[in-house]
């Protein structure tokens, strides 16, 4: 019996001499109709602790595959492999493998709570029910007759939705030069991101990601094997200093940014710093992801410009949706970049998924390319900045000389620091108690002591009152 | 310049070449006002083909990076370098990274084929818009208002359709004891069989696939790092024995099956066979994954067995889809099995697109809980059948005693193998040069001499003249 136990192996050594046993049963190296060996005997043979053996029959016995008898020893279990010869296969252990990791625990619990109980949410990233263009909506389904195909729809997406998706980033995001083939539709951003890093990155590649930020929740880096490393943002964005320092140490491959009303921060890219990292990305070839989700809810009034409308040598990936504008059921994102770059998206989107349904697309297309798009706009710029106002109102009336926040201009969500230390866990838990949920920083990557709230989600309210519940968990968290 | 050519890659040694001196003239060590070495110096410097240096310098100079000039020598551009200090980035390079494999050339020139031109298509797997329930699908969208949510809806899908798919299984499929937390929705069978590889197997595991398959044409197992091994599919599906010697040999951790009408062979696993490899999956614990798009289809009137309703222990996770029996366009798919799986592959779903569309999960639910599925999939039958039956006589009438198949009783493909030996590109290109597409046995993973029509796509007028111009073809490609 020729096995070693790898002392260097993430896995526990109980564990994988478990896994041998249990191999060892399915191709006959421990006969069926023998005891196993004993506990000592293991032990001395492969020169482990008692208390290793111990624990890896533990695990088998727990799994169904032996019994352990006083006086007869450790047996394989003869209701599996006796008469019957019936057993199932050890999902546990392929639950565990996987390149795909799962997502942080936190952040599963938080989707968990969210969806089990009756929260203020001030956690999800997403519009409430009364933001969307319900009517609308509804109106194309039943006003208009679909008479699209219901077959596979072209994988790069249907070729109508793209066309007014680039009359739409000309005119609304001042993206010169789009056209239907430099676009590909993905649904919703995140699949975009996925498409980008599984496609264009090799695992050991660095990339550079904002700090705090979305793309520090995501398990996609560690699934494929990226290295990453951050970006401070203050209230201007990131600082294209550290942006050069950080390529010269790690030859950073390519950069992702939110620059305009950031998750979570709430803050924008200046417009010197946008020019500064569109120099530095031209000088070293770095290419640069553009998440764009919220430029255009600017509450000032003013248009943003996005990066990709300052990049004219092609240097951005541009990836935005509709799902924090319009309606995130409809999962229409889009990406936009040189078209050797979409061909080659879109050629593993239709591996993965095989092109996106044909119904949304046709009540997206309809939507967009509507009147009623830039009305809804405006309203919803309205509704959100009344929420804006509520929860700044809110957070200094609750919380006055214990947190500090920027204010922001545009976008979804607020950023607060808590000035005095506090557990992080336990606010969570006693936010929870107290009905009300939100985002601890550190999934963002920060340090302890940050909170993002989203104020799309619940009305004002609603955000008053979870602040001031939210308060109260500080208040119980210190004592 | 401490660099050496890394002879055992699999990148030629020029590419390697190139991409240092790129580098190397991103890092200035190589500066941008100084003409680059000669290449008589770099192939003596690095020991190399002087033919090696002319084609790095080649690529380099269509990258538009360098400038070859006669009596100045080589030199770096400076429309890129010079007062502009303008790069884009290597965008060719970043292509060819990336762990999503492309799709098999041949593949993709199918696909652009019958994007492009007017063909008789009898290579799309997938049913021509005719066969679609076209008036009861725009009905829904029509005349019931969707009073659903437009936000995100459950990471594992809607409930509500869950629940409808559970009942369908129970009845029409014969899987007992199937709930909605069993069950994930995902864009068709295909993101659900990602979602299996990608979160259950990891780099190095051995899995068997039927050969030829639809499995064998997918890029997700290279791109996983999944070793695949092949099961010969007679007439009566795969044999039992093989799946055990495979397994011995190879410690196999799941077998890919599409027992029922199976693509591409049309055949499917006899019943004592179905069981025969239900005992061995128990015997040694492998899990089974069952892709069943067809098994409502049969010709005949009998009812299939699916392998998951002969499952008692939860060997089998059973993939199907409305994709090849309603409509491929509204994207829905569906994955069963423990529920810890399901979870599993639910948490990864999140990651990657967040969810489905809530729209044509409504559309889905209405359909399949609504009287006309039935009534729907009857005259399908009957449809598919006639087709079945011309493909059958006209392959007979124009290629009689040169081509063998098996007579599908369900399903909508056919196979057939030519006897005389002919050159199977030379026979594509004859082929489409005729206005008819198919699909090449080599890419299902057939040896050469054997091809996939779908008798789905066409009326019957078409697949006799497909198959007449085939014949032609076939005479064209001896010559």
Not at 81 to 107: D, H
Not at 296 to 317: A, C, I, M, Q, W
Request: charged content about 25%.
């Amino acid at each position: 019996m020729n096995w070693m136990p790898d002392r260097n192996a993430k896995k526990a050594i109980y564990k994988q001499l478990a896994e041998f046993i249990e191999a060892g049963i399915a191709d006959g190296t421990f006969p069926h109709d023998k005891p196993l060996p004993s506990e000592r005997l293991l032990a001395k043979e492969y020169n482990l602790n008692r208390s290793t053996v111990v624990s890896a029959y533990d695990e088998l016995e727990s799994n169904g595959l032996i019994q352990r008898k006083r006086g007869s020893g450790t047996t394989i279990n003869k209701d599996i492999w006796g008469i019957t010869k019936k057993r199932i296969p050890s999902w546990n252990r392929y639950i565990e493998a996987g390149s795909i990791l799962p997502n942080l625990p936190i952040t599963q619990k938080i989707r968990k709570e969210v969806a089990e109980q009756k929260l203020i949410n001030l956690a999800s990233g997403e519009l409430s029910e009364d933001l969307f263009p319900r009517d609308s909506l509804r109106g194309i389904g039943t006003n208009r007759s679909f008479v699209g195909s219901l077959g596979y729809d072209h994988p790069q997406g249907n070729v109508i939705l793209r066309n007014t998706i680039a009359k739409h980033v000309i005119h609304d995001r001042k993206i010169e030069g789009t056209d239907a083939s430099s676009i590909l539709i993905t649904s919703g951003a995140q699949q975009a991101l996925h498409l980008v890093v599984q496609c264009l990155l090799k695992p050991g590649d660095a990339v550079a990601i904002e700090n705090p930020s979305y793309s520090y929740s995501l398990p996609i880096f560690k699934s494929s094997g990226i290295r990453t490393y951050h970006l401070p943002v203050d209230k201007n964005g990131i600082n294209p200093d550290d942006l050069v320092s950080l390529y010269k140490k790690h030859k950073i491959r390519m950069i992702f940014l939110n620059p305009s009303f950031q998750n979570p921060t709430g803050t924008s890219l200046s417009e010197s710093r946008r020019k500064a990292i569109l120099d530095i990305s031209s000088e070293y070839g770095i290419p640069i992801v553009e998440d764009d989700p919220y430029s255009l809810t600017s509450f000032r009034g003013d248009e943003v410009n996005t990066l990709k409308s300052l990049d004219p040598h092609g240097n951005v990936l541009y990836i935005s949706s509709l799902s924090k504008i319009v309606a995130s059921g409809l999962r229409i994102g889009w990406i936009i970049g040189p078209n050797a770059v979409i061909e080659r998206l879109t050629d593993a989107k239709q591996q993965i998924d095989f092109g996106h349904s044909s119904f949304t697309q046709w009540i997206a297309n309809d939507f967009l390319d509507s009147e009623e798009f830039p009305a809804h706009i405006n309203r919803l710029i309205v509704q959100l900045k009344k929420r804006r106002d509520q929860i700044t109102k809110s957070l200094k009336y609750f919380l006055g000389d214990q947190v500090d926040f920027y204010v922001p201009e545009g976008g979804i969500h607020i950023w607060c620091k808590l000035r005095k230390e506090i557990n992080e866990m336990k606010l969570l838990e006693e936010s929870i108690k107290r009905g009300i949920i939100y985002v601890p920083g550190t999934t963002m990557g920060s340090e302890k002591g940050y909170v993002r709230f989203t104020y799309a989600r619940e009305n004002e309210e609603n955000i008053h009152e979870g602040i001031k519940r939210f308060a109260d968990a500080v208040q119980a968290a210190q004592e």
